[in-house]
């Protein structure tokens, strides 16, 4: 059997007091988007620069194909690719300019580095702002084309950290494209996201991540179904009947309610004994028990748990007690 893209055990990193990465065990199977969830200062990136071979790390092991991250570490970076949080290519070089020059420093010949920058170019839709220079490029324009650096040789494990904060819904979806086609091609890819959506939409397992530590690990799908069978929303026709509402569901739910935003809204995750059914049923119950009382009810959901509601059950409202530092 091949070896894992990744595989850590008790992986740790410390800066001063500050324990960023606390014993991670991960296990990344080749040929897949692996998506690495948690909270600012959780340790994300600390990990992925320990993997990239940017930071020794201070215990634990990590292999990256089999290859040790410190005692082989020329090995491992032959077969992987960062892409950071900020653009890496020079603002002042055109597009073309800068794959180009990468491509020569990769050790392509002149011609292969143009005909390696053009193909790109045209792959990631720049071909026409590819005389421009980049610090004309707009923000979704700026992330294609430091993914397409990361690739003009194709890396065997992409690391992507956070490669869409900032970006517009329209840049998102491109680059979602773009990470697709890249695991098509071989490629392993270590996500590491702050947006939900973004790693229910690529990943095929998660790993969620908070003050250094592994607290929780799978597919998507297992992860929502830990917290719950299904989240009840509720929207009242009167405003003044939810202190009510909130009472009635949480008595027949027995779970805490959140009050949205909206001032008729409420919503309720429901256990239901680990099933759809029984989710359902509970929330018959306690529409039936608003109704008992008079309270109108204009619209009602039962849907699966999102991967937001996940990592705020698994993380908490806030990470405001996280330590500042490198851990990221």
Known sequence: MSAPAIETSGLVKTFGDNRAVDGVDLTVPQGTVY???GPNGAGKTTVVRMLATLLRPDGGAARVFGHDVVREADAVRSRVSLTGQYASVDEDLTGSENLVLLARLLGHDR???RARAAQLLEAF???EAAARQVKKYSGGMRRRIDIAASILNTPDLLFLDEPTTGL???SRNQVWDIIRAVVANGTTVLLTTQYLDEADRLAGRVAVIDHGRVIAEGTPGSLKSSIGAGT???RLRDADRRPEA?????AALGAPVQLE???VALTVRVDGAGSDQGAAQQAAQA?????AAGIVVDDFSLGQPSLDEVFLALTGPSAQDIPQGEAA
């Open 35 to 37: 998506g690495l969830l």
């Open 246 to 250: 909130e009472r009635l569901l949480g």
């Open 168 to 170: 517009d819904p329209r």
């Open 111 to 113: 011609r292969a580095a």
């Open 232 to 234: 009840v929303h509720v």
């Open 125 to 127: 839709g720049l071909t």
């Open 261 to 263: 935003s909206d001032p």
């Open 287 to 291: 529409l039936a028990g608003l109704a």
